[in-house]
């Protein structure tokens, strides 16, 4: 596909000088450096995309297989024999 597109003299310069160095045509340089941008551009884009994302809680993780094993016990919240020692060490030490 054919475009016209306007770039600063320099800058058309430099990539003229860089087609040269590398002995190719000017157009297929231009793609190229064209392609190289945008692939950064997006893996910058995904990076980013993936830093902002919420990080999932343990939870969310297990939320799946929560209540498949059964440990016998109705309720271990409630019965004050299951929380006996909950907090302390080894040495009875909070």
């Known amino acids: 596909m054919k475009t016209t597109v306007e770039l600063p003299d320099e800058l058309m310069t430099e990539v ?3 087609a040269a160095r590398e002995r ?5 340089m231009m793609t190229a450096l064209l ?3 945008l692939e950064s551009r997006m893996t910058h884009a995904a ?4 830093k902002n994302k919420k990080q999932p809680t343990a ?13 016998g016990v109705d309720d271990l919240a409630t019965n004050p024999k299951y929380l006996e020692g909950l907090g302390r060490d080894s040495t009875g030490d909070r």
Do not use: F, T, W
């Open 16 to 18: 003229k000088v860089l």
């Open 24 to 28: 190719r045509r000017l157009g297929e």
């Open 35 to 37: 392609q190289s941008g």
């Open 47 to 50: 990076k980013k995309k993936a």
């Open 59 to 71: 939870y969310d993780l297990m939320k799946g297989i929560c209540g498949v094993i059964d440990s």
